[in-house]
């Protein structure tokens, strides 16, 4: 057998030698290219992040994003008054403050009036003209645009569908016993309450019980059977009334428009397709949570005496819905050109609603299910 010379010895060790560095190298390099960089977002909510529905479902948002993808990009919820106050997250994310927040349109109609549109209008649309407006009449569009100049970018982040009138510690026989009640009413329900004498006020949902509790309120509307019997309300206010004033309430789930824009496109497109999903799972669990309360409440099961606003009170808030509107209209420029599109959409989608849906829903015998 041939013996390896000193030579071949001395390349061969250092052919090992510089493969070894080389495989380190290469594992190194590996190790780096495949490092997950992860991106986390900051978002705050208006109401606490334990509120069924509305809180909860900003938390299952934040798993969702973590889910689609795959741990790049994370977001971490904050419920009201945990880094921001719970009607401060507006101010703090067109800043930068935070990343984004789950909150609602007309709460903001102190920084621009047309943003109370793009909630909900009293005797205005419902839930299913409201999505079509959003989404094919040009609703969508209005609502980036203005709130652009705030460094804003909105997304839909949920509906309440229609809102009860709310519950009152007296109850109301005529029109004459709105007057000077103290309401916890915002957005534009809250003005046209104003027009018939109440006295509308805007506090944040963690602290409506105990005004109504202690009679610094005499009134307060919040959203349905599915939340309002969960904040208690029916053991300081037993009259409990259906209402106008929010026909369909859209949530949004908002973003810093500088930072989401830096994000990468499939970033974007997963928070995109995250919060259609929080959107459509919000407004099918209120649906579903608001028959089933109701349900209860029939039942006798809270002592509460359900009924509707009197004619006269309903007559005047028809009349003065149209007369605030208009006003607005004469002085705000961004609030005329939502309205008028509205005013334009409206008329063809109602003949459709008035068609089949009204005709459907009138026919229908509530006492029968048919198989």
């Not at 921001?84 to 990343?99: E, Q, T």
């Not at 839909?156 to 109301?172: A, D, E, H, S, Y």
């Not at 609603?353 to 048919?370: A, F, Q």
Request: aromatic share 12%; net charge positive; proline share 5%.
């Amino acid at each position: 057998m041939l013996k390896p010379k000193k030579g071949d010895l001395m390349d061969r060790r250092k052919f090992l030698k510089a493969a070894g560095v080389t495989a380190v190298a290469s594992t190194a390099f590996t190790t780096n290219l495949y490092a997950k960089r992860i991106t986390r977002l900051k978002v705050c909510l208006s109401w606490p992040k334990t509120l069924p529905i509305m809180g909860e479902g900003a938390l299952w948002f934040a798993e969702r994003v973590k889910e689609l993808s795959g741990g790049s990009l994370q977001v971490k919820i904050f419920g009201a008054n945990e880094l921001v106050p719970a009607l401060g997250v507006f101010d703090a994310c067109s800043k930068g403050l935070i990343d984004g927040f789950h909150s609602g349109p007309y709460y903001w109609k102190g920084k621009n009036i047309a943003f109370a549109l793009f909630s909900s209008v009293p005797f205005g649309m419902n839930a299913d003209e409201l999505e079509a407006w959003f989404d094919f009449g040009g609703g969508m569009d209005l609502w980036r645009e203005l709130y652009a100049k705030y460094n804003l970018m909105p997304f839909k982040g949920g509906n309440t569908g229609n809102q009860m009138g709310g519950w009152f510690r007296k109850p109301i026989k005529s029109l004459a016993d709105m007057k000077g009640l103290k309401m916890r009413i915002p957005g534009l329900g809250g003005e046209v309450m104003a027009k018939l004498g109440v006295k509308p006020v805007n506090i944040p949902g963690g602290e409506i019980y105990t005004a109504l509790e202690r009679g610094v309120i005499d009134a307060t509307e919040w959203v349905g059977p599915s939340l309002d019997i969960i904040m208690g309300f029916y053991k300081v206010a037993k009259y409990y009334y259906t209402g106008w004033h929010e026909p369909a309430s859209l949530l949004e789930m908002t973003f810093n428009k500088k930072k989401y824009e830096k994000l990468p496109k499939e970033h974007q497109a997963i928070l995109e397709a995250a919060t259609k999903e929080m959107h459509a799972r919000i407004f099918s669990e209120f649906q579903y949570q608001n028959a089933v309360k109701l349900q209860e409440i029939l039942k006798g099961e809270y002592g509460v005496k359900l009924g509707n606003f009197p004619d006269d009170v309903n007559e005047a808030a028809k009349k003065a819905a149209k007369n605030l509107y208009e006003e607005y209209a004469n002085k705000s420029k961004d609030f005329a050109k939502v309205y008028e599109n509205i005013k334009s959409y409206m008329p063809v989608m109602r003949k459709w609603t008035d068609t089949l849906p009204k005709w459907y829903l009138d026919m229908r015998d509530s006492g029968t299910i048919v198989v």
